[in-house]
């Protein structure tokens, strides 16, 4: 098991998380530009790091009639998205840890992830998008609402205290990486029309088509 899926197997952890993620500022905003950039009826998504299914929730309100993956490490975060979706059989939950090779799930219009990329080692990052990219349907896309790396030390401690945190208090977990790198990285694995679509200080929302 990784550090950070260890880390989150914590039901402190993953609670303390839950009561400070929907007051997350400006999150709503990063969330309603990738929900603009989805397929129009896209008919299968895969969420990575689902936590509680906060982000298929948003996704299911324009779109009810969506098959969605969701996976998570999190027996905490695991029993509140199968708790919230126990009567939708169209959503399927399954431990996974994201350190590790994707299962075989078949193909999605969509991949999207909130916040949970960036606890993976740098290496990982890259092959999963990789993962992602071949799972992919044609003309499909890949959003990731990321928290990214700061240029400076300056600019990460004005984050924390933006969300009101200190160095102190900062997920241990955390393995951050600048944005840029990362859209290098979707645009030579192969996506198209990549580029950060929204951006608050270290919250971006990078996205990528399928060709």
Known sequence: MSRSAKEWSSSQHALEYLNVADNLPHRPEGEAVLIDHLPENPKRVLDLGTGDGRLIRLIMENNPNIEAV???????MLKSARDYFANDPSIKIIEHDLSQPL???GYFDAVVSSFAIHH???ERKREIYEEIYDIINPTGVFCNLEHVASPSVELH????KAIGYTPEKEDKANRLLSMEVQLGWLREIGFVEVDCYWKWLEMALLVGYKA
């Open 157 to 160: 401690v004005k984050f924390l």
């Open 103 to 105: 299962p075989d799930l």
């Open 70 to 76: 969701a996976l998570d490490v999190s027996p905490t």
């Open 120 to 122: 993976l080692k740098h």
